[in-house]
């Protein structure tokens, strides 16, 4: 089966579990892990409800889920698999704990032989008017949609001249920051849905979502593949370059990464073409 038909089946089931728990998050349960960031009662039942639907579309197959860690059961194999699933519950946990804020989704990623090549979206409040947006990715089709309708590519709509140069609190701020700056972009450089930026890089939302802002390019160092494996989908789709801070192609991924026990991208740039190699340039 094609995973369109999960999606159908999935992006409903989500919509209705995350407003569920945003409905009672006086009630919803909290816990720091190991590195201070946090988790819900919310995130674990979510990805177990996402890990269950998978299993019964996909058995057998791949699955690395942000908080149950990585079910792919080849740790140790020399090749990467035919088909891996990557799961994020709810992408900007931050967001999702604060009733006034918007910046969160649940994400699902498959990959074929290391390539990002279909991914399911569902940000239940970051339409106009905190309406849904369910939003795919189809490497098949070539094609993104936003609430089953065509999205526009970003590279249908002139530069922005906006970056979201991502990086955790406590991070001091990169070289290439000021650099940046200099050559006249604005830059946003903290954010709850790693994936949300990603989304607005490779697709203008500015006529659907609340916050209109469009990015030409996404920077991100250390970066764990659950964040970032649905938007570099969502920019290959669009035509988006992605790479390395060396300026190698960030994907296929390798088995090294994938059997990793918290597997990272060293780096992730990823944008307009021409704005990604002026990056390059910059940053060297």
């Known amino acids: 089966m094609e995973p369109a038909q999960l999606w159908d089946e999935l992006g409903p089931a989500l919509l209705k579990a995350l407003d569920s728990y945003r409905a009672g998050l006086a009630d919803v349960g909290i816990l720091r892990k190991p590195d201070l960031s946090v988790v819900t009662d919310a995130d674990l039942a979510i990805e177990a409800l996402i890990v269950e639907r998978i299993s019964g579309f996909d058995p057998g197959a791949g699955i690395i889920a942000e908080e149950s860690g990585n079910r792919a059961g080849w740790a140790g194999h020399d090749e990467v698999p035919e088909r891996v699933w990557v799961v994020d519950p709810i992408d900007g946990t931050a967001a999702f704990l604060q009733p006034e804020e918007v910046d969160f989704c649940s994400v699902v990623c498959l990959l074929e032989r290391g390539e990002p090549v279909d991914a399911l979206v569902v940000a239940p409040e970051l339409g106009v008017g ?82 209109p802002r469009c990015y030409d390019l996404f920077v991100r160092a250390r970066q764990k593949i659950w964040d970032g494996v649905a938007g570099l989908c969502f920019g290959a789709v669009t035509g988006l370059a992605s790479a390395d801070r060396a300026g190698r192609r960030r994907t296929p991924l390798g088995v090294e990464l994938l059997t990793h026990p918290e597997p990272r991208f060293d780096s992730v740039v990823m944008g307009r073409p021409e704005t990604v190699d002026r990056f390059l340039r910059l940053s060297r």
């Open 130 to 211: 905190r309406q849904p947006l369910v939003l795919t990715a189809s490497g098949a089709a070539g094609t993104a949609t936003v609430n089953g309708r065509p999205a526009r590519p970003s590279l249908d709509r002139p530069p922005t001249w906006r970056v979201s140069a991502t990086r955790s609190a406590g991070i001091e701020p990169a070289p290439f920051e000021p650099m940046l700056a200099d050559a006249g972009y604005e830059l946003r450089t903290r954010t709850t849905s790693q994936t949300i930026d990603m989304i607005r890089t490779a697709v203008d939302l500015s006529d659907v979502a609340a916050d």
